[in-house]
């Protein structure tokens, strides 16, 4: 390790130069598999991987019951690992919502996952396991439609067992062997088997990484993840910090690359003498330790007088991780805001973050994280924006909007406001089209992740998939018999009951009506119907905002297929709130089945007639709902 003070760190924070030669080689691999196609691929894949095959994919019977070949104890830990990551990325993800910006425009911004995503999993000199849960769980949270693995070859040619146990945990079968630039490459353009990815995501050695930025910067290419260069490591200590700790958790970095980049900031006081010498202690007992050697060859030690000249530092190079081993390191991490992952106090490595805390380790590098973040449910998700305006809406604005266009010169925008306005005012009686109404609301709970879907003036069927078979049908009964456009997707924890997925997505839903009433004017307000068969329900609804619930009658039983009858009244209760609606709902009858169906069949009527516009004002006397 060499030592430089606070005041010359130029060196020490500017970003690492790459190795041209891998770069320009890199590029070449994945230009040549764009220009060649699939036998380009396993050209490369020959060479390189010494992988010779006509097809990439790994059969899913490789995969399925690799997980019971592992022991109890891996097991466990890559499941714990699975579960904490998973609780931590579950909050996250992009938010749909509604406002109006103006009287009568309605804007709105729309969550989508994306499409394929390519997941590459480095298989080289160290099977990330890891990395793999940290791609395909916020993969799987985000909806992606299809994500998919690609891995070099283990030495006996084959999947390595414990990325194939880790994948049968996952429930993830769409795998393909396949390392380096050429991976890349043929994700990149669809080659060999490989579905085309939208994006690509994963750590790697530096001829994945060129080959990444290449692909990227093709005009048609896909996106990446993040920038990526080698793995980095910034300690902070002051004399408070214990010396073997600093020194192990340098080392642990310096173990994943020759290349990685060490830096140790130590305050006045830290014992450098002595954290030397644990360096030197510990890379004896390394099974890594040439290549641990190499990377402490390279490291750079900083002497920081005060704090703040730690901090400013931190904040230019934008570490990778960033570990706090001082006193009031709170404060510090606080001070610090373009590190990748921050690490704060004695009793908190890095190590921790790589593996089960919980966030993500797929970080930005190369000072990369003063824009960039690192690897998110938010990655795999792209947003739209919608806007719809009724007629008395763009009339109230157009002013606004015509003297923005001129002021910029863009005639031919004025113009399209401007022929709306003397349409109008030809025919002033032309039907005004009012804004459509229509929600999304996403609902994130520990137990459930629910997105529902309303359009109140459309009747095209949805798609409704709540895991509950029977479920799904009474809501599709709703939609349908309401005359709307409802389509619900649920990933729920069914392991135990059905309870909470049932309750979250009837508050989901009620929410989802509730905005897309929006101030209500117009509606008729009540609804009523009386159907079916030898079971007969009533359903009265009154959409003044104001929740209330009657339910009366007795259904038998305790389930219908894996729909708890109890639940009934539930599903009732959480809309009434949600919706902000008063439903009585009197149910008679001796089959279960019959009597809870005609209940949501009344339902959907009640909600037909109640959501029907009727006038432009709103249906009270007192002007209000």
């Not at 990325?89 to 103006?102: N, S």
């Not at 299809?146 to 283990?154: I, K, L, S, W």
């Not at 809406?393 to 003297?403: C, D, E, H, I, M």
């Amino acid at each position: 390790m060499r030592w430089t003070k606070s005041e010359n760190i130029r060196d020490a924070v500017s970003p690492a130069s790459g190795n041209h030669a891998i770069d320009t080689q890199a590029s070449a691999i994945v230009d040549r598999i764009r220009a060649e196609g699939a036998d380009a691929v396993r050209e490369f894949a020959q060479r390189f991987d010494g992988y010779e095959a006509n097809e990439f994919a790994v059969q899913k019977s490789d995969i399925i019951g690799a997980a019971d070949r592992l022991n109890d104890s891996d097991r466990q830990a890559i499941n714990a690992m699975i579960r904490t990551v998973k609780a931590f990325h579950a909050p996250q993800g992009y938010r749909a919502y509604q406002t109006e910006t103006w009287p009568g425009i309605m804007c709105e911004r729309r969550a989508d996952a994306l499409s394929c995503v390519g997941l590459y999993v480095p298989g080289g000199s160290a099977p990330l396991i890891s990395s793999l849960v940290m791609m395909a769980v916020p993969a799987k949270l985000a909806g992606v439609n299809r994500a998919y693995v690609v891995t070099p070859p283990g030495e006996n040619g084959g999947l390595n067992p414990a990325i194939a146990a880790t994948l049968d945990l996952l429930d993830l079968y769409d795998v393909f062997l396949l390392g380096g630039a050429q991976a890349i490459g043929a994700m990149a353009c669809g080659m060999a088997g490989l579905p085309r990815a939208d994006k690509i995501f994963g750590p790697g050695n530096a001829w994945v990484a060129a080959a990444k930025r290449r692909v990227a910067q093709w005009a048609d290419g896909p996106a990446i993840d993040l920038p990526a260069g080698p793995s980095e490591v910034m300690v902070i200590a002051d004399d408070t910090a214990n010396p073997a700790f600093v020194a192990a958790d340098l080392l642990a970095q310096a173990e994943h690359d020759p290349l990685a980049r060490i830096t140790l900031l130590a305050l006045d006081g830290f014992d450098r003498t002595a954290c030397t010498a644990e360096i030197g202690r510990q890379l004896e007992t390394l099974p890594r330790r040439q290549i641990a050697t190499d990377a402490m060859n390279n490291a750079v030690g900083i002497e920081c007088p005060e704090r703040k000249d730690a901090v400013r530092i931190a904040n230019l190079f934008a570490p990778e991780h960033l570990i706090i081993q001082t006193r009031l390191a709170r404060e510090i991490a606080a001070e610090v805001t373009t590190a990748g992952g921050i690490f704060i106090g004695s009793w908190t490595p890095e190590t921790l973050g790589d593996y089960a805390a919980g966030p993500n380790h797929i970080l930005p590098t190369n000072r990369a994280g003063r824009a960039w973040s690192g690897v998110t449910v938010e990655s795999f998700q792209r947003t739209t924006t919608l806007i719809e305006a009724s007629a008395p809406g763009l009339v109230k604005a157009a002013s606004t909007f015509r003297r923005l266009a001129e002021l910029e010169g863009l005639d031919a925008h004025a113009a399209s406001l401007q022929i709306r306005m003397q349409a109008l005012a030809a025919d002033p009686d032309m039907p005004a089209c009012r804004p459509g109404r229509h929600a999304i609301v996403r609902r994130v709970t520990k137990e459930t992740d629910i997105t529902v879907e309303v359009d109140l003036d459309r009747t095209a069927s949805g798609e409704i998939s709540t895991g509950i078979g029977f479920y799904d049908h009474m809501l599709e009964q709703v939609a349908r018999h309401g005359g709307f456009v409802l389509n619900i997707v649920c990933r729920g924890d069914l392991n135990i009951d059905a309870h909470h997925t049932i309750e979250d997505v009837a508050l989901a839903l009620g929410e989802a009506l509730s905005k897309a009433l929006g101030d209500r004017t117009g509606i008729a307000r009540y609804g009523f119907e009386l159907p079916m068969d030898e079971a007969r329900a009533g359903v009265w609804i009154d959409l003044s905002g104001r929740p209330f619930l009657v339910f009366e009658g007795r259904i038998p039983g305790e389930s219908v297929g894996d729909f708890p009858v109890a639940m009934t009244e539930h599903v009732f209760r959480s809309l009434s709130d949600q919706l902000k609606a008063a439903i009585q709902i009197q149910v008679q009858g001796e089959n279960a089945h019959h009597m809870i169906e005609a209940c949501f069949k009344a339902l959907g009527r009640a909600m037909r007639q109640a959501i029907r516009i009727e006038e432009a004002t709103i249906p009270s006397t007192k002007g209000a709902l």
